[in-house]
């Protein structure tokens, strides 16, 4: 089959590859139909994710139809799933307190020893998505194997086409857990730092949860108007200060709840970050947390901070005097998939959330390397990337 493969940084190619098989009977294969490149790829993409191999599959949002089962997967075959990215055993202490992104089971012994070093437990399988999280192929394919079959995906009735459905697979419950995570109240002032994908889903699910106002963040003039479009107020953070900003609009007492949708690779010119640009540039770890640090520097005391955006390792000059003296609370975590798609899709069906607005491109699984540069260099007009292995390739 062809699949989008890993070789180094900023090199990804597709290329023809073995087809997946069943390997435990609780494993599906499906046909993609579609699948996205998230701001998640990005960091492999720029290699600032550990444990990734050259001619790994990548992708980790995907859906399609199922070709063929084990036996002990409950799907059939010809049926339409959306995948969540986290791979879950639906059966082990933490899936069962609904903690789908921590399972237990899905990475396997042999790989847990990075994650365990790293972060004092494994990490659970995501797919593709580096060594770290188990070495699973991933869905940028024309076909995948799904383990867990059984549990983690979710049949989709066949009048929603692919586009409306399709970031089930993460985005979508990831912008929600974001807003879920800041715990908005009615009365609340959210600010959102990041307005690619998760932080516009992040900014709509805030809004339908019922802020009275949500900050939208970002220097790009396009993603920010589609910010503007859900019904925030926006800030370029290249041409206003934030802080002083945010004080102003928030009555000057501080926004109430901030989610950071931004992560691991945050721009900007700020003299830490410039610093934080080098060290990750050289590999001595640094996490680049600008946004994250200026969240919790311009959240009120007793606020609230949500962070949605990945982060991978350590890192420098962290604030860690105003998370306590103000007394924040922070939530955070890779999401929880599983327990947001069946609700989400009932508000997808009932009109509640828009989720085709920010596809910018759709593109022939064959020029996926050219979406993947697109949506990294071309950020403001690349709001999202869908890939169609059966769309043909344009000259
Ligand atoms: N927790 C999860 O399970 C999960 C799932 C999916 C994605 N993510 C993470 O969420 C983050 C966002 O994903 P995305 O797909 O929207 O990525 P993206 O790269 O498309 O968007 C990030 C946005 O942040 C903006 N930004 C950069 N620095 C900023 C700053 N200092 N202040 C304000 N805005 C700034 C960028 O201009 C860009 O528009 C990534 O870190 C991704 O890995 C997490
Ligand atoms: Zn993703
Ligand atoms: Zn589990």
Sequence with gaps: ???????????????TVPDPEIVNPR??????????ICGSDLHLYDGVIPA????????????GEVVDTGSESTLQKGQRVVVPFTISCGGCFHCQIQQYSCCENSNPAEKQDLSAKLFGHPMAGLFGYSHLTGGYAGG????????????????IPDHLEDDKVLFLSDILP???????????????????????????????????????KVIAIDH??????????LGAETIDFRK?????????????????AAIDAVGMEAHGFAIDNMIDVVKQKVGIGADRASALKQALLAVRPGGRVSIPGVYGGMTDKFPLGALMEKGLQVRTGQTHVQRYTKPLLEKIEAGELDTTFLISHRLPLEDAPRGYKCFHDEQDSWTKVVLKPDMEKTP
């Design 174 to 212: 990831t912008g929600w857990m974001g807003a879920e995570n800041a715990e908005i109240q009615p009365d609340d002032t959210v600010a959102v730092w990041g307005c690619g994908p998760v932080g516009l889903f992040a900014i709509q699910s805030a809004i339908v949860m019922g802020a009275s």
């Design 220 to 229: 790009y003039p396009h993603r920010l108007e589609l910010a503007r479009q």
């Design 140 to 155: 940028q394919a024309e076909y995948v194997r799904v383990p867990f079959s059984d549990f983690g995906p979710i049949v």
């Design 27 to 36: 494993d599906a294969i499906l046909k993609i139909t579609s699948t996205a």
């Design 1 to 15: 089959m062809r699949a989008l493969t890993w070789h180094g940084t900023h090199d990804v190619r597709v290329e």
């Design 52 to 63: 990734v191999q050259p001619g790994d599959v990548l992708g980790h949002e995907f859906m």
């Design 240 to 256: 206003t200060d934030v802080r002083e900003a945010l004080m102003e609009m928030s009555g000057g007492i501080g926004v109430d």
